[in-house]
């Protein structure tokens, strides 16, 4: 077996190859020799300082520079000026997640142990785990104790699986516990080089410092919103409710405080109630409550990230939701905020679906945009996928299906499921619209991916259940059998009425592709007791006629975080 062998696996679970010694002195001699000199071959922490700088000046293009901010906030150069501060401040609580990109693509990279800084190492797995070409990462270590190295690499993102390779050719596989920071400082460090699956698994105590504190309020409370920003960037919304209300109570109470720190824990508030809006995907008062804060602060990074949310805004029309996002969208690109302002005009995009025409244009040159403005966006998938849509609901497939297929490329890992289970059904949309008959196996599969996945943890069951009406639709209109079998097999009634009762917003859509299929097939009922249409919000535009024509809903992607 040659060494570059040892080296494929496959797969969505991101791996990391590690050899022992003897292994890069035996039989992988050869292999590592030929990659000696290379820029694959980092055996110096300047060479891998390098990598990564490269990495970030291409992504970071546009977006504001993580490691910077950071010192801003919690190093000695903290600004005199409160209004510096705050936007500092709501730059680095808007941080979104990126992945290495850029014109050198480098497969394999190969890091020497014990001659590269451990943060290093960390921050090239945390880059180029997500990115579309998933370069092999082999780690050479210095000595055969594969025991040491699950300690080096307890720091890697959460989940990823680890490859022991020794020269006898014995494997191993392990799968990274990630349990977080043990300190604060190691906590800020992580975040600093975007390792943001340790900041979210260090535990809230670790943050609690009262001697690194120092009196600081944004020492006392910054780290702890940043944990929870790392958490909303994985969609771990339910470990974050109650952390959030707790950390509101603290911040509101601004009682003998100066006016510099009063300005800044009003900041933290706003930031605060917006995560809320995320998490509990509706405004409540929330939102209201967080554009008054960005008023009287008068600072318009906040006021965007507010407009980001128009969707949520109540009683607001669409000429006011488009106002607001297009607001929005400049003030980002002016402040160098192009990840949002990308998000931004992708909300804007996808309200034509809801109108009686869409502008494929629109959305080519919003993906051209993207890939040119921010190449790392962890979000491209979306992007890829919403082009798609625009495609398949004008009547060209066969362009959906192309577009749909590169999004595939950025949605690898369990991180991504959800965007990866939106392509794969929608690239089974544009054959069904075809007249093209999508095999059984591959639609059995992705029923128990949804359920063994999504459903059985609870986990977004919205669209869970809109995924899982698509499979249905698909399965009775190929085969009245097949759909009822999978109707039996599977508690796919529970998950429909779930899917309404957790999105009044969105309910309309399952409403009105159920109604298609039981007046298609007269025995057949899905909803034992539907809401009444006018408890949901009703579905308009190209989105309805397509259901209304086909019994098919393409699903595609607001983009709030």
Not at 125 to 153: G, V
Not at 283 to 291: H, I, M
Not at 481 to 489: E, F, H, I, Q, T
Request: negative net charge; aromatic residues 12%; charged residues 20%.
């Amino acid at each position: 077996m040659d060494a570059i062998d040892f080296f494929k696996e496959t797969g969505e679970v991101f791996t990391v190859y590690v050899v022992d010694r003897q292994f890069s002195i035996g039989r992988g001699l050869e292999y590592f020799k030929s990659f000696k000199g290379k820029p694959n071959y980092i055996d110096t922490n300047e060479i891998a300082h390098k990598r990564i700088s490269s990495v970030m000046q291409w992504i970071q293009k546009k977006i504001p520079p993580i490691a910077q901010l950071i010192d801003i906030c919690f190093g000695s150069l903290l600004p005199v000026n409160v209004v510096d501060t705050v936007t500092a401040l709501n730059k680095l609580f808007g941080t979104e997640q990126h992945q290495a990109a850029g014109p050198d693509v480098i497969d394999p990279i190969i890091i020497q142990e014990g001659k590269v800084l451990t943060k290093y190492l960390n921050e090239i797995i945390s880059l180029y785990k997500d990115c579309n070409f998933r370069p092999a990462i082999i780690i050479i270590l210095k000595d055969n104790d594969f025991d040491r190295a699950k300690s080096l690499l307890a720091n890697c993102p959460d989940g990823i699986q680890i490859k022991f390779i020794k020269n006898s050719g014995e494997t191993q596989f392990y799968k990274v516990v990630n349990t977080g920071a043990d300190n604060i400082e190691g906590f800020i460090s992580a975040f600093s080089h975007q390792c943001f699956s340790t900041c979210s698994k260090t535990k809230r105590d670790v943050l609690l410092n009262e001697e690194w504190a120092n009196n600081s309020v944004i020492r006392k409370y910054g780290p702890q919103i940043l944990k929870i920003r790392t958490h909303l960037l994985f969609d771990e919304k339910n470990e974050v409710h109650n952390y959030i209300n707790d950390l509101l109570n603290q911040v509101t109470d601004t009682t003998n405080y100066t006016s510099y720190e009063k300005t800044v824990l009003e900041s933290f508030k706003c930031n605060l109630l917006l995560f809320k809006v995320f998490c509990n995907d509706r405004a409540g008062n929330d939102l209201k409550a967080a554009y008054s804060l960005a008023v009287d602060l008068n600072n318009d990074i906040l006021k965007a990230h507010t407009f980001r949310f128009a969707y949520f805004w109540d009683a607001c029309s669409l000429t006011q939701q488009l106002d607001m996002l297009n607001e929005a969208h400049t003030i980002f690109l002016n402040n160098d905020i192009a990840d949002h302002a990308i998000y931004c005009k992708n909300n804007a995009n996808v309200t034509q679906f809801d109108t009686g025409r869409v502008y494929v244009r629109d959305f080519d040159n919003l993906l051209e945009e993207a890939i040119s403005n921010v190449p790392g966006l962890v979000g491209m998938s979306h992007i890829f996928n919403n082009t798609g849509v625009a495609y398949l609901v004008t009547g060209q497939p066969e362009e959906a299906m192309e577009y749909f297929s590169k999004g595939v490329d950025y949605a690898h890992g369990q991180e991504r499921t959800v965007q990866r289970l939106a392509l794969h059904i929608n690239k089974f949309l544009a054959d069904f619209y075809c007249g093209e008959i999508i095999k059984e196996q591959h639609l059995r599969k992705v029923l128990n991916e949804i359920f063994d996945g999504m459903v059985r943890n609870n986990f977004l069951p919205f669209i869970s259940s809109r995924y899982v009406l698509n499979i249905l639709s698909i399965s009775l209109q190929q085969n009245l059998d097949l759909g009822m079998d999978l109707l039996s097999s599977f508690p796919i009634r529970d998950l429909l009425n779930q899917g309404i009762t957790s999105n009044p917003i969105g309910g309309g859509q399952i409403l009105l592709q159920t109604k298609y299929l039981e007046q298609k097939y007269k025995n057949l009922v899905l909803l034992d007791n539907p809401p009444a249409y006018n408890t949901v919000e009703a579905i308009t535009g190209v989105r309805k006629d397509f259901i209304v024509k086909y019994g098919i809903n393409p699903f595609y992607f607001c983009t709030w975080l």
